[in-house]
Each structure stands twice: as structure tokens, then as C-alpha cells.
């Protein structure tokens, strides 16, 4: 089954205890991107890779990190999280051949408590 | 600034009514709009794709219409079920946004028996 995952779905913390979400997408897509929700905010881009070893911020990259060394995982690392960074976090996928917008397949979300 | 509204933040309907949930965008200039569906634990499920030189895309009981010059969308729903029940995302891609989505807060809608 075509699917993006992420883990872990949710996850409780403390400020400044280093954490990463995982994602992975098996449909061979070449770009990913992260996403968090707030209430009232709708979903803001955090980060974005159009194909391996390629990353870019989105528009509220402060605080957080990524990688991409493998096509299929693009990981995000809260390296000091703080409770600002309370949120539900979503990556998606697409196939990345079409700049003009592609329809974006998104993971299950991972909700996040920063205490 | 690019921004997306979405109107009526939540909507509470009878079972069997048609009706017309509301997406507005500040910029005409845009490659493309979609809607989503938001389930609870589930993500988001892409519902409608329209390329900025349509003006409407159909799935089933769902239609959605595009007026880039107003910069508005609406998306249609037909009968509704209560399995309609959801949060329904209104996103855009503006043009130089490289597949970068630009959501709306979306519009909470229940359908009850």
C-alpha cells in the first residue's frame, strides 16, 4: 500500500531533550516536506527536499533540522525543543517532477507535547 | 503576504443538505488549489486537485470551483452523510512556491442523522 508514515504518533517531552520524528514514503516520490498545525493557523511549512542531500526552510524553519540521505526517510530533529514547539506534525510527499504544485500525500501526524 | 481563509470555521448540517463550504486566497497568482479532508488520527486525504487554468474538478458527490480573479474557491458537497464528518483544508500553491502548500484553517463540518 502507497503510503507515507511517520513515527512516533505521539510523543510526550521535556524542554531540551533532543528528539526526532521519523518519516518514510514508499511510493519513490522525490520530494518531502514537514508541516506542523496549530489551532487557529492551519498547516505552515517547516522544511522541504526536493531530492536527496537537497533541503530548504519552509516558513517557520526556527528550531528544528533535517536530513535527507535517503530518497525514501526525511527526518525531523528538534535538537532543544521547547514548548512553543507543542504541535501536530505532518509530512507529506509527492513525486517532485512537476514545480507547478502536485497532489501531496500526507502522513498520519505526529502529535507532540513539549513540557 | 499570501494567505488563505476559509469560511465558515465550523458548520453543522442535517443529513441530506447540499452545501457550499467557502476558500479565499490574497493572490491570483497561483499554480494550483486543493481541498483535503482532515480525519481525526488519520492525516489528510487529498480530496480535489484544480490547476489554475480550470475552473472546476468533480469527484463523486463533491465539486469544486476555482475563481482565480476573485480569489476564491468553493467546494460543493452533495447529499451530505454523516460520514461527511470531517475538517475540510483548503490549500494553496502560489506561483514561486515550489509545491509549497499554503492552507487555510479549514472549516470543522457535522453532518448528523
Known amino acids: 500500500e502507497a503510503q507515507v508514515t511517520q513515527n512516533p504518533r505521539y510523543l510526550i517531552t521535556v524542554t531540551g531533550k533532543k528528539l526526532t520524528v521519523t518519516c518514510s514514503q514508499n511510493m519513490n516520490h522525490e520530494y518531502m516536506s514537514w508541516y506542523r498545525q496549530d489551532p487557529g493557523l492551519g498547516l505552515r511549512q517547516i522544511y522541504y527536499s526536493m531530492n536527496v542531500e537537497v533541503t530548504d526552510k519552509g516558513d517557520v524553519p526556527e528550531g528544528y533540522k533535517v536530513s535527507r540521505k535517503e530518497k525514501r526517510n526525511f527526518p525531523l530533529i528538534l535538537e532543544s525543543p521547547s514548548p512553543n514547539q507543542t504541535s501536530l506534525y505532518f509530512c507529506?510527499?509527492?513525486?517532485?517532477?512537476?514545480?507547478?504544485?502536485?497532489?501531496?500525500?500526507f502522513g498520519p501526524g505526529t502529535r507532540l507535547l513539549v513540557l | 503576504k499570501q494567505e488563505v481563509t476559509q469560511i465558515p470555521a465550523a458548520l453543522s448540517v442535517p443529513e441530506g443538505e447540499n452545501l457550499v463550504l467557502n476558500c479565499s486566497f490574497t493572490?491570483?497568482?497561483?499554480?494550483?488549489l486543493q481541498w483535503f479532508r482532515q480525519d481525526p488520527g488519520k492525516g489528510l486525504t487529498s480530496l480535489l486537485l484544480?490547476?489554475?487554468?480550470?475552473r472546476e474538478q468533480t469527484s463523486g458527490r463533491l465539486n469544486a470551483s476555482l475563481d482565480k480573479s476573485s480569489g476564491r474557491s468553493t467546494l460543493y458537497i452533495a447529499a451530505s452523510q454523516p460520514g461527511d464528518s470531517a475538517t475540510y483544508l483548503c490549500?494553496?500553491?502560489?506561483?514561486?512556491?515550489?509545491?509549497?502548500?499554503?492552507f487555510g484553517a479549514g472549516t470543522r463540518l457535522a453532518v448528523h442523522p
Open positions: 484544480i490547476q489554475s487554468s480550470q
Open positions: 490549500a494553496v500553491t502560489f506561483s514561486g512556491g515550489y509545491n509549497k502548500l499554503i
Open positions: 493572490d491570483s497568482a497561483i499554480y494550483n
Open positions: 507529506a510527499s509527492s513525486l517532485g517532477l512537476d514545480s507547478w504544485g502536485e497532489t501531496q500525500y
